[in-house]
Nanobody, 113 residues
Framework: VQLQASGGGLVQPGGSLRLSCAASGSIFRFSVMGWYRQAPGKQRELVGSITTGGNTAYVDSVKGRFTISRDNAKNMVYLQMNSLKPEDTAVYYC????????WGQGTQVTVSS
């Protein structure tokens, strides 16, 4: 399955962005989908995840600010990001957490004034 993230851009601190992840095939078989990010010089990290049933989990640094959702019928996963901070600057990717697919190009998010 190919996964293409989009929706990134340049935003000021405190702003919002909504990222989308489009899958070329069914994501229903992936019990847990995740959003990852990789900042310059850092390892890729899992930011948050969502199960097929809609249960979510987030890394502490984004709790209360980021919200993941998925539409299994449309093979889409979303990441709503609010109250963005400069430290959120990174390339964002989506992928299955337990059945890893080839990484897509990701989408750049830059938080800067």
């Amino acid at each position: 399955v190919q996964l293409q993230a989009s929706g990134g851009g340049l935003v000021q601190p405190g702003g919002s962005l909504r990222l989308s992840c489009a899958a070329s095939g069914s994501i229903f078989r992936f019990s847990v989908m995740g959003w990852y990010r990789q900042a310059p010089g850092k390892q890729r990290e899992l930011v948050g995840s969502i199960t097929t049933g809609g249960n979510t989990a987030y890394v502490d640094s984004v709790k209360g600010r980021f919200t993941i959702s998925r539409d299994n019928a449309k093979n889409m996963v979303y990441l709503q990001m609010n109250s963005l901070k400069p430290e959120d600057t990174a390339v964002y990717y989506c992928n299955s957490v337990y059945d890893r697919q080839p990484w897509g190009q990701g989408t750049q998010v830059t938080v800067s004034s």
